[in-house]
């Protein structure tokens, strides 16, 4: 009785142990446009982000493949630049900035008039998230309050 319970007890364990192993292996292996309802960290699918720019900017069937080609550029050159361990952090930061700049402006160098300025709209607003993630508990006005006496 005493063996079999053992023998029970360590199955158990084995599984317990086993189980989050085979989770995150599975999670390993499932495409990163699966995880956090399609949210990933780094640039998105060029074909996806064609499509939502398609969609939000009126592309023609002209500038959707030269949009795309800029965007699948820029995905290969931030790949080439994240397996590069040579550079700081620092430094992959302001070359992927450099890279994101560069393609910007070739997309905005493809759109009309009224595209554009969707577009600079767009970009703001980007800017804006961007910044409010950035911003401390002083609320981001690079001010603090002296210190209470």
Same mark, same amino acid.
């Given at each position: 009785m005493l063996k079999q319970f053992l023998l029970v007890l360590v199955a158990a364990g084995v599984i317990s142990i086993a189980g989050p192993f085979a989770a995150s292996q599975d999670s390993q292996q499932s495409p990163p446009s699966q995880e956090n309802g399609g949210r990933h960290h780094g640039p998105p699918d060029p074909a996806r982000r064609t499509a939502e720019l398609t969609k939000h900017l009126n592309l023609t069937s002209d500038q959707q493949p030269k949009?795309?080609?800029?965007?699948?550029?820029?995905?290969?050159? =931030?790949?080439?630049?994240?397996?590069?361990?040579?550079?700081?952090?620092?430094?992959?930061?302001?070359? =992927? =900035?450099?890279?994101?700049?560069?393609?910007?402006?070739?997309?905005?160098?493809l759109l009309d008039s009224t595209q554009q300025k969707k577009w600079d709209e767009m970009q703001a607003k980007r800017e804006q998230w961007r910044?409010?993630?950035?911003?401390?508990?002083?609320?981001?006005?690079?001010?603090?309050?002296?210190?209470?006496?």
């Open positions: 949009v795309l080609d800029a965007l699948q550029s820029e995905r290969s050159q =931030m790949e080439t630049l994240h397996q590069d361990s040579s550079l700081s952090q620092q430094d992959r930061h302001a070359k =992927m =900035m450099e890279i994101r700049k560069t393609t910007d402006a070739q997309i905005r160098g910044e409010h993630g950035r911003q401390g508990p002083d609320g981001g006005s690079g001010q603090s309050s002296p210190p209470p006496q």
